[in-house]
């Protein structure tokens, strides 16, 4: 398909750019920005005056729910949300069921999403079988089957025998793990980040210490061994400061924040609004400030959406008995333009965060993959058009996942979704 | 069509009208066995007629007096009413001849629960009714046994029973108020 | 956002927490169980007020003594009870809290009065309910037991006859308490002088201070001067182990004994939720003894309930 793109103002990350010009695609790639290649003739044209197009958003963490849950969500209806969300490129975290740690599964997986030939999908692979922390997987199979890291979703390995040999074992690959930091003990019994609000609704917290004692546990086997590190869904200010001063010493460490932590606190969750729980808990105004900050200056490579499909059945609960998951694919963009404009970040920066930023974590974690998230010359023409001044209203018409549940529901946002292209084909156009 | 109550110009006053109540109760109480009759007085205006009448009648027992709020029957429309002093009737009213006083006799649904509220405390001998002025517009089958003034005509607004520090009453009349 | 508690002209229409409500709202709510309180003495214990209603007793969590007096005050106020103890294995066969409610509301419930494990389940019932319907709280989760709140309100008053210069201490487990923390915002808002929680780090949350109130590991410390001494009774079933080595030696350092209720003032009231654990957070000698007001808690929780039930099926829908 050949397209050429009038017009545009082409906000690219990735090259530092931000102008307006043309762009032509052709063979799934980007031919030729600003003069027309010789000889080229355009299936389409679109002439997309005033909006932006930019490289299509990298999403470091979508639970797409399949296999194994899909009366929770299915990989069409979840891939919609993505695409409407200007969103190309997905990592999956292997906690499926049954759980990503077999070959046969992922190739099931990978198939799939082939067959619906609409965005890219990254697998994840299980660390250990089952995810159960015992035994570490064949990641060397599952890496040829299309895994581009391992981790263990929100089940955190208590054995650090096994941690360390998984860490060894992953380093001889050069594989990269991706680990959220939870405590095992301290993670386990609560639903609420300790502290004023929980103490007053009654609600059991997660101290801070949960987060910041399994980075002190990651780092110290990490000097060890050497293996890069992904930390996944940093949410405290104390658990940052610990990634930064790894950074500062020179270990091989990414790490993204989720939608939800970069904007909301804890007393948000109001009346007991099941939307607010989450995993990890949403902390105070302080650890806020702290995350958005660090995204602003990089020290958070990316911002994700933390995508967790949750029915109603699993939200219409009291609260410590609610299911912890929102929905955030179809808003990531928009909270991250929502962001900028709050906190004055250049856009270009904020843009990065999901674009350029988590497209080096994936570069850096699976090395023989083709480079994503950006828009040059030769690039894979994944992008998507935006609206940047046009808001849109978060509700149950609008969001196209089979879950509705996310605590930005009946909010007005920024930065409204277009189209969607992928391999230089359209995939999606919203109905305008 | 209905008149306000206030171009009823010729009511005397409230002092006078207590005086004739006094005469009223007197004779009424006469040929009953004095040491058996209790006044209970209808909170607040009542409760006020009640006391003085008590002092100026020396009666022997006590008086009571009743907050009436639990046993009308409006709760469901107007919900729990605000008046706090609670009842009080500190005697036993089996066998005894209880006589109910009251301000105002309107409707006559104040008196329907105050005799429900009365029965509860136990089975009187006899129960008479004493007020002040008496409206004469019954929703129900309720009448005094002596009301010191009569209103004939049917009348909107409402008459106030208001009692100063020093205890002299007055009336006062309030003109409708739309419903809320 | 507004408070769920109140409809939408401002009146209480559910209890569900302490926390929020105004001075004014609490003070009516003791001044209406005053009204209620002389009708204990009466042979005919009952009113009408509440003829026709129909009250349901939900109760997920076992409690006798809790269960029957709402009984007793619902009935006091010539409504129907109806008593629902729905153990959780029988809900974890399948039917869901919604659910449940569900079904009760199709049998014309007035009010539900519901206590269970989880915190905020009443506010969860509160949303499903329609307008003229009620639910008042027996105790949710740690969360909140606003009628014990009051009902100790009603008490102090009672005794103390003004809240403004009083130090009341609340002593024992306030980390898994419901009972502490409605105390604490009851009494915040009705503006006692200070109000202090003692207990051993492993029993006190966190965000105490925001609260308002002055944490104390010492009973020497933080009993001296106090006006006012809630016990909080150690819950054996919801402590998952590893909060204290024993009762013995709690007992011996946060015990309340004749020898520390003697930092106190010699006018102190010393108040328990009940059902008392002797030898264990207090002493018999103490809890029988003249500064008890134990049982006074116990009479005035019936007219406490009555105008909490009053005043909310009031309530214009």
């Not at chain 3, 309180?37 to 214990?45: C, N, S, T, Y």
Request: aromatic residues 6%; negative net charge; contains cysteine.
């Amino acid at each position: 398909m050949r397209l050429h793109l009038k017009n545009a103002r082409l906000i690219d990350p990735a090259a530092s750019v931000d102008r307006v010009t043309d762009i032509w695609m052709a063979g799934g790639r980007v031919a030729s920005i600003d003069h027309a290649p010789d000889a080229f003739t355009a299936d389409r044209v679109l002439d997309v005056a005033g909006k932006v197009v930019m490289p299509g958003l990298v999403d470091l963490s979508a639970q797409l729910r399949e296999p194994g849950f899909e009366y929770r969500a299915t990989l069409e209806s979840e891939l919609r949300a993505a695409m409407a969300g200007g969103i190309t490129s997905l990592v999956l975290p292997p906690d499926t069921d049954p759980p990503l740690d077999e070959p046969g599964l992922v190739e099931m997986l990978k198939h799939r999403a082939r067959q619906l030939d609409q965005v890219n999908i990254y697998p994840l692979g299980a660390m250990t079988v089952g995810l159960k922390g015992e035994t570490i997987t064949e990641m060397a199979e599952l890496t040829e089957a299309g895994c581009v890291g391992f981790a263990q979703a929100d089940r955190p390995v208590s054995d650090t025998r096994v941690l360390l040999r998984a860490m060894q074992y992953a380093k001889s690959f050069g594989y990269t793990l991706w680990l959220r930091p939870l405590d095992p003990w301290l993670a386990r019994s609560g639903v609420a980040a300790s502290g004023a609000y929980a103490s007053r609704l009654g609600l059991p917290g997660v101290p801070q210490q949960s987060e910041t004692i399994a980075l002190h546990t990651l780092f110290e086997l990490q000097r060890a061994v050497g293996v890069g590190l992904h930390i996944c869904r940093v949410s405290s200010a104390g658990g940052l400061a610990l990634i930064q001063q790894a950074k500062a010493e020179g270990l091989p460490v990414t790490c993204d924040v989720s939608i939800n932590h970069a904007h909301l606190t804890d007393v948000d969750i109001g009346y007991y609004d099941t939307h607010y729980r989450l995993d990890p808990p949403l902390r105070g105004q302080r650890d806020r400030e702290a995350l958005r900050m660090g995204l602003a200056q990089g020290t958070i490579d990316a911002l994700c959406s933390d995508h967790t499909p949750v029915d109603d059945d699993g939200k219409q609960l009291p609260f410590a008995e609610a299911e912890a998951g929102a929905t955030g694919l179809e808003l990531l963009l928009s909270l991250a333009v929502k962001w900028a404009l709050e906190d004055k970040v250049p856009l270009l920066d904020a843009l990065a965060r999901v674009t350029q930023g988590p497209a080096r974590v994936l570069a850096l974690s699976a090395p023989a993959m083709p480079p994503i998230g950006g828009l040059s010359v030769g690039s894979p023409a994944d992008f998507c058009v935006v609206d940047l001044d046009a808001y849109w209203t978060v509700d149950r018409q609008s969001l196209l996942s089979q879950s509705q549940h996310t605590p930005f529901l009946g909010m007005e946002l920024p930065a409204k979704v277009l189209a969607t292209g992928v391999r230089g084909r359209i995939i999606w156009e919203s109905a305008r | 069509m209905t008149q306000s109550l206030d171009r009823l110009v010729d009511m005397p006053t409230a002092e006078a009208l207590y005086l004739k109540l006094l005469e009223g109760v007197r004779t009424l109480i006469k040929d009953l066995p004095q040491e058996q009759v209790h006044l209970v007085g209808i909170l607040s205006g009542g409760a006020w007629l009640a006391e003085r009448l008590q002092q100026d009648l020396k009666l022997p027992g006590a008086m009571g007096s009743l907050n009436i709020s639990f046993y009308r029957d409006d709760f469901d429309r107007i919900g729990l009413h605000n008046q706090v002093t609670p009842s009080e009737i500190a005697f036993d009213v089996v066998d005894r001849h209880l006589i109910v006083v009251d301000d105002v006799l309107y409707t006559g649904r104040t008196i329907r629960a105050a005799m429900n509220e009365l029965f509860d405390y136990g089975r009187p001998a006899s129960v008479k009714l004493v007020v002040l002025i008496d409206r004469q517009e019954r929703q129900l089958p309720i009448c005094a046994d002596f009301s010191a003034w009569q209103i004939a005509e049917a009348s909107t607004g409402s008459v106030v029973l208001a009692k100063t520090e020093q205890g002299t009453f007055s009336l006062h009349i309030e003109p409708e108020t739309p419903d809320a | 956002m507004r408070n769920p508690q109140l409809n939408k002209h401002g009146e209480l229409t559910h209890l569900i927490s302490t926390e929020g409500l105004s001075r004014d709202i609490l003070q009516h709510i003791l001044d209406t169980a005053q009204t209620f309180v002389p009708l204990a003495e009466r042979d005919v214990k009952k009113v009408p007020l509440l003829r026709g209603k129909s009250v349901f007793n939900l109760f997920f969590e076992n409690s006798t003594r809790t269960r029957t007096t709402f009984e007793i005050a619902a009935t006091r106020l010539s409504a129907d009870v109806f008593n629902l103890n729905i153990n959780v294995s029988s809900a974890a066969k399948g039917e869901t809290l919604l659910d449940t409610i569900a079904n009760l509301s199709a049998m014309q419930a007035d009010i539900f009065v519901v206590r269970h494990e989880s915190s905020g389940a009443p506010y969860l019932i509160a949303r499903h309910v329609s307008p003229d319907v009620h639910v008042i709280n027996a105790g949710d989760g740690r969360h909140a037991h606003p009628t014990q709140a009051l009902l100790d309100m009603y008490t102090i008053r009672h005794f103390k006859k003004s809240f403004s210069n009083l130090t009341v201490a609340i002593v024992g487990d306030v980390l898994h308490s419901r009972v502490a923390r409605s105390n604490i915002h009851a009494l915040t808002t009705l503006g006692v002088a200070e109000v202090r929680a003692i207990a051993p780090l492993t029993l006190l949350p966190s965000g105490l201070a925001e609260m308002g109130v002055k944490t104390y590991t010492d009973m020497a410390q933080g009993l001296k001067d106090v006006d006012v001494i809630i016990m909080l009774r150690l819950q054996n079933e919801r402590m998952r182990g590893a909060l204290l080595p024993s009762s013995h030696e709690y007992f011996k350092h946060f015990g309340l004994t004749q020898e520390k209720l003697a930092y106190a003032k010699p006018d102190a009231l010393v108040m328990h939720p009940g059902p008392m654990n002797r030898g264990v957070e207090i002493e018999s000698a103490v809890a029988d003894g003249p500064q008890s007001v134990i049982l006074n808690q116990v009479t005035f929780g019936i007219a406490v309930r009555m105008a909490v039930m009053s005043i909310v099926a009031g309530a214009s829908s």
